[in-house]
């Protein structure tokens, strides 16, 4: 088996699908493993440590997609990419389909297996490839929230912890899953007010728990999201129905009820966005305003810190590639009920139930 590992071309991105320490298990496993020039390079691995681990560097990605019956990536493909898969090959990466309507249509027009790194589960039903980006993504919507907060950023002026005798800015999270739980903790430790909503009272109940009346948590529905968003400086929104668009959980008159110069990072918006104000941005350009309130839509967060994000990500993925590699792809995906459930394409059809339900067979 070929295993690829092309170059990211997302705006900004900067992290990479393989490590050398992963390329060495796989080529200590016989696999020919071919990574494009400088694929590694802004996570901080270099060419030459991928050589040391055995692998062969291809200066043009054709070479890589071309040959490879493994393509490894990070992010979803972009149009550039579309036309070179190919029929036969397997796709083992992060697609957000439910947001990607294009990439569906290409896949299944190249015949190409797509697994998703966001529908893959673990024995518990969990999202195993998704966690640690999620995580990350948490922890960073309250930096970059408390970032667009300051004045000469286009923010309200307020610090987000205060200091004795001022009040702390108030965050509202939507979601008290990964990303939200990470969102929490960090606007926690920087002292701000924090309200959390979820419509899953047991995530409820651990943040609760966990924080022991320090945080305010409250059951998502639109009477309780109007009232925490009032007078709000920042808000995260955090939420996900696996493999499904988001629901739009903030309107936009309830953005319109935030304190003016407030921002809104919307971690959720790979899945399409759960904020009505809401729409993509990119690293190159990453707010707009309306109605007096920065939003903030980068689906690439992680790239901000593409070292730690990379590591993260690959510890994740190890396994699963070990098991495509080791046991080729039709057994591995037989032998890995969790892995099958990544399974988004095949043979010209969308086949994951939810994928399909958002897009179509
Ligand atoms: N922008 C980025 O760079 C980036 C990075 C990583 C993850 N993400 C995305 O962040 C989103 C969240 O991921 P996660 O891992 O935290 O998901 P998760 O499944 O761990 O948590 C999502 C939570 O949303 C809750 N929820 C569902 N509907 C809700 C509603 N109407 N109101 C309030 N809560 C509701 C669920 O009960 C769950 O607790 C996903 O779309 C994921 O793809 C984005």
Avoid at 14 to 40: F, H, Q, W
Avoid at 111 to 138: C, N
Avoid at 220 to 245: H, K, M, T, Y
Avoid at 349 to 360: C, D, E, F, N, R
């Amino acid at each position: 088996m070929i295993i690829g590992v092309p170059r990211e071309i997302k705006n900004g991105e900067t992290r990479v699908s393989m490590t050398p320490n992963l390329c060495r298990r796989l080529v200590a496993m016989r696999k020919r493993v071919l990574i494009e020039r400088d694929a590694g390079r802004s996570a901080g691995f270099l060419d030459r440590e991928y050589e040391q681990a055995g692998a062969e560097i291809a200066a043009d990605p054709d070479d890589v997609w071309g040959a490879a019956d493994l393509v490894l990536k990070v992010k979803e493909p972009l149009e550039g990419e579309f036309e070179r898969m190919r029929e036969g090959q397997t796709l083992f990466t992060y697609l957000h389909l439910a947001a990607a309507p294009a990439l569906g249509q290409a896949l299944k027009r190249k015949r190409v297996l797509g697994i998703a790194y966001e529908t893959v589960e673990a024995a518990d039903g969990s999202l195993p490839l998704l966690k640690p980006m999620s995580q990350i993504a948490g922890r960073l919507a309250v930096q970059v929230g408390a970032y667009f907060l300051q004045s000469q950023n286009g923010g309200s002026g307020v610090l987000l912890g205060g200091i004795p005798g001022t009040s702390p800015g108030r965050v509202v999270i939507l979601g008290a899953g990964n990303s939200g739980a990470h969102a929490c903790r960090m606007a926690t430790g920087m002292g701000a007010h924090v309200t959390v909503l979820d419509v899953d009272s047991r995530k409820l109940d651990a943040l609760d728990a966990e924080y022991h009346g320090r945080i305010v948590t409250l059951v998502s529905n639109p009477a309780n999201v109007e009232r925490a968003l009032a007078e709000s400086d920042l808000l995260i929104g955090a939420v996900l129905i696996p493999a499904a668009r988001a629901p739009i959980v903030a309107t936009r008159d309830m953005v319109g009820a935030m304190r003016d110069g407030g921002v809104v990072v919307d971690i959720a918006i790979d899945q399409g966005g759960c904020i009505e104000t809401i729409h993509p941005t990119s690293h190159e350009e990453p707010t707009y305003v309306v109605q007096g309130v920065v939003h903030y839509a980068v689906p690439n967060m992680p790239a901000m810190v593409g070292r730690t994000s990379t590591i993260a990500l690959t510890q994740a993925t190890e396994p699963f590639v070990v098991a495509l590699a080791d046991k080729g792809v039709e057994r591995a995906l037989a032998e890995h009920p969790g892995l099958a459930r990544g399974v988004n394409t095949r043979d010209g059809s969308i086949v994951h139930p939810q994928v399909a339900a958002v897009l179509g067979g």
